[in-house]
């Protein structure tokens, strides 16, 4: 089964919308720590935030935010007033206390912010 | 800080050849990771090295494919034989000691064509 779910594959937006990337997650162990990463088209993951499970408090970053909710299961990312250097893939990640050295990955969302 | 270095950052060689890719993880960071990227499944974890020592390297295809970290700052990926499957984009990432959180970083990767 796969511990990490982005469901949305592709994602296109104009300019200054919204964005909201989904991120289910699946784990067993009650300490656990999720992951955002960036890949824009030049290759290169781009490391965006971190959370622990024990701390769901949502963090807010300039344009970005991210929701945390351990009753859902989710680790959402949302981008306020898109800008097209925000396209690019974006990959939500899990690793488990008793092996948090192994990420999971999710598959990653296609934002395409157009002008 | 350079970040992760990896080289080259395109490989393109023929079937059956030897390839051999590069890393120099951030300076201090005593974890170094060896990912693989495509389309069909994702960013899988090949291989991962603690203070140079392997520790995990179940995610690693098959014999054809190997790993070194002879000092804190260089490893290797070599595959011997190459085969057109192994194309792919392959990533290098470090991760600093301390707690369980630490998120890892990138490198540029290198992506690979096997002809």
């Known amino acids: 089964a796969q511990k990490v779910t982005q469901a949305q594959t592709e994602i296109s937006v104009v300019e200054k919308e919204d964005v909201t990337l989904d991120c289910v997650y699946e784990t067993r162990d009650t300490t656990y720590y999720l992951f955002w990463y960036k890949q824009p088209p030049s290759g290169e993951l781009v490391f965006l935030i971190r959370r622990n499970s024990f701390d769901e408090q949502n963090e807010i970053s300039g344009r970005y935010s991210w929701n945390f909710q351990k009753s859902t299961s989710s680790f959402n990312f949302t981008i306020t007033a898109s800008q097209v250097v925000d396209s690019a893939v974006y990959f939500c990640a899990l690793s488990e206390e008793h092996n948090f050295n192994k990420f999971y990955f999710g598959s990653g969302t296609k934002l395409n912010v157009k002008p | 800080d350079a970040g992760v270095i990896q080289s080259p950052r395109h490989e393109v060689t023929e079937m059956g050849q030897e390839v051999t890719l590069r890393c120099k993880p951030i300076s201090g960071h005593d974890y170094l990771f060896w990912y693989r990227q495509t389309m069909m499944r994702g960013l899988e974890l090949l291989i991962y090295f603690n203070n140079n020592v392997p520790i995990d390297d179940s995610g690693m295809p098959e014999d054809r494919f190997s790993a070194k970290m002879p000092n804190a700052s260089f490893s290797t990926l070599k595959i011997q034989p190459s085969e057109p499957r192994d194309s792919a984009v392959y990533f290098c990432?470090?991760?600093?000691?301390?707690?369980?959180?630490?998120?890892?970083?990138f490198g540029q990767g290198t992506r690979l064509t096997v002809v």
């Open positions: 990432a470090s991760r600093a000691p301390g707690t369980k959180n630490t998120e890892a970083f």
